[in-house]
């Protein structure tokens, strides 16, 4: 297990200065004791496998099942915007132990969370050690990047047809985010606004199922490559910002063909 690669690194939230991805607020103690019926019902309520899991002279905490899914979230999300802001990197193992101790959680939800992420093909399981990044090349961005095109670009179309204009006008301030976005120069940052405003327009289709693979493709599509940075320059994420709202504008003036030419420019680019 590289130890020394997660604790050198660390984990940063997206954002200026680099911040340190907050820590997870542990769940309080209960401060009254409990007679043991009453201690063996509320144990009921922790989450699966975290009894037992304490190593350092901590007493086990009290996680009812609603604050375990919320903290299982949040760890996800985190991994997630980790994974996009390359704290996470190709090819390094990294166990669930050491991760729950960044984010002030038992070993658990991050367990859960990272096993998420291995359905989602970010991650997989190296047994006895923990999860190693997956290692990916320019070749599966590219071919990411074709199938997003080939899902998103004929509904993008036909939409541009139907819609009525002032449902297209709701979603500018999506578009206006995303330019916000990427003028922070923040790639984490950016791709959640990016993938924001690609489900607000795919979901005006009204089927679930494409929004639910569109947006997975998206997610892999903007985790990190092996053997050097995905970074774009902050020029490059300005300018697919700024393709967001021109796109507005061209669907609110039905500009078929204009239309046709942003969203052939936006996927060639896409990363």
């Not at 050198?8 to 939230?13: D, L, M």
């Not at 907050?22 to 309080?28: M, S, T």
């Not at 607000?200 to 599509?221: F, K, M, P, T, W």
């Amino acid at each position: 297990m590289k130890q020394g690669a997660q604790d050198s690194t660390g984990i940063r939230a997206p954002g200026a200065g680099g911040d340190t991805v907050p820590r997870v607020p542990r769940q309080p103690q209960a401060a009254d004791p409990r007679s043991e019926r009453e201690a063996s019902a509320a144990a009921d309520l922790q989450e699966p496998g975290v009894r037992g899991e304490h190593t350092h002279g901590e007493r086990p905490v009290r996680r009812p099942l609603v604050r375990r899914s919320s903290v299982r979230g949040q760890v996800l999300q985190a991994l997630r915007t980790a994974l996009v802001a390359e704290e996470l990197r190709p090819g390094e193992v990294y166990s669930a132990p050491a991760l729950g101790e960044r984010f002030g959680v038992s070993a658990t939800p991050v367990r859960e969370a990272m096993q998420q992420l291995t359905l989602e093909g970010a991650v997989e399981v190296v047994p006895n050690r923990g999860f190693r990044v997956i290692e990916r090349g320019d070749r599966e961005l590219a071919e990411l990047a074709e199938v997003r095109a080939l899902l998103e670009v004929p509904v993008m179309l036909r939409l541009a047809r139907h819609v009525p204009v002032e449902r297209w006008a709701e979603l500018r301030p999506l578009a206006e985010a995303s330019v916000r976005a990427a003028s922070s120069g923040c790639r984490a940052t950016y791709a959640e606004a990016d993938r924001a405003f690609h489900c607000a327009v795919l979901s005006l289709s009204g089927n679930e199922q494409l929004v639910q693979i569109a947006e997975d493709l998206h997610r892999r599509a903007q985790w990190p490559l092996v053997g050097g940075s995905t970074r774009p320059a902050h020029a490059n994420l300005v300018a697919d910002a700024a393709e967001h709202t021109a796109l507005l504008d061209a669907l609110v003036a039905r500009d078929l063909d204009v239309v046709r030419a942003l969203v052939a420019k936006h996927f060639a680019g896409a990363d």
